[in-house]
């Protein structure tokens, strides 16, 4: 499958309690550091989980959290 970012996420082993956690700390990282570039539209929730191997509610969960913090909008 082909990588769904340009840089490396390491998600810990499936059951781990701190995958939501991995995810949402690399990915404000990535935006912080500018490897996420304003305007960038991230994958679908059901890509970032197929490509990770974690489940859907978790890839949303991580970005509701960078929409709750501001780091990433919403459109419809």
Known sequence: MEPVFAFPLV????GSRSILRA???????AILDGRL???LRL????????AY?????????AY???LSEGYIVSRA
């Open 37 to 39: 570039q304003p305007g």
């Open 53 to 61: 191997g974690v489940s859907r509610n978790t890839a949303v969960a």
């Open 43 to 50: 994958p679908a929730t059901r890509a970032l989980a197929d």
């Open 23 to 29: 995810l949402h700390e690399q990915l404000r990282a």
């Open 11 to 14: 998600v810990p082993a499936a």
């Open 64 to 66: 509701d959290l960078l």
